[in-house]
């Protein structure tokens, strides 16, 4: 089986489906749809190129309220995703090989590799 990276897919569905329910009971509907609509136009904005303009024209359309709404509400989706990445970075060092868990993205490999002069601290 491959290891991904990353959280696993379903638990970044699983978080988008708690923070959706979130903001439906405390924003209300509008707002989820709002943010939902946004949402879809991106990805198939970032899939295929479809529809820039109508997106670019809607994001346009939002008065600053609304902006902030949709905003928090990404921020907060890109929040809880870079927290489920942690937690699958830790899971991956906890059962990692001891020499796998010195890789150079661990705080400390980078402190081995400075006090070593492996690498420059303007890197």
């Known amino acids: 089986m491959t290891q991904t990276r ?3 897919r379903e638990d970044v569905r699983l ?6 329910d979130v903001i439906r009971d405390q924003a209300g509907e509008r707002v989820f749809d709002l ?5 879809r136009a991106s990805v198939a904005w970032r899939r295929d190129g479809a529809d820039a303009m109508r997106l670019h024209e809607r994001l346009l359309r939002l008065s600053t309220h609304e902006a902030v709404q949709a905003a928090h509400g990404f921020a907060l ?9 942690d937690q699958a970075v830790r899971a ?3 059962t990692a090989e001891p020499d796998e868990a010195q890789r150079p993205t661990t705080l400390p490999a980078a402190i081995s ?9 303007s890197a």
């Open 15 to 20: 978080l988008g489906r708690i923070l959706g």
């Open 6 to 8: 990353g959280p696993r």
């Open 113 to 121: 590799a400075l006090s070593s002069g492996q690498m420059s601290r």
């Open 35 to 39: 943010i939902e609509e946004i949402r």
């Open 92 to 94: 991956r060092l906890m």
């Open 77 to 85: 989706f890109l929040q809880m995703t870079n927290l489920a990445e």
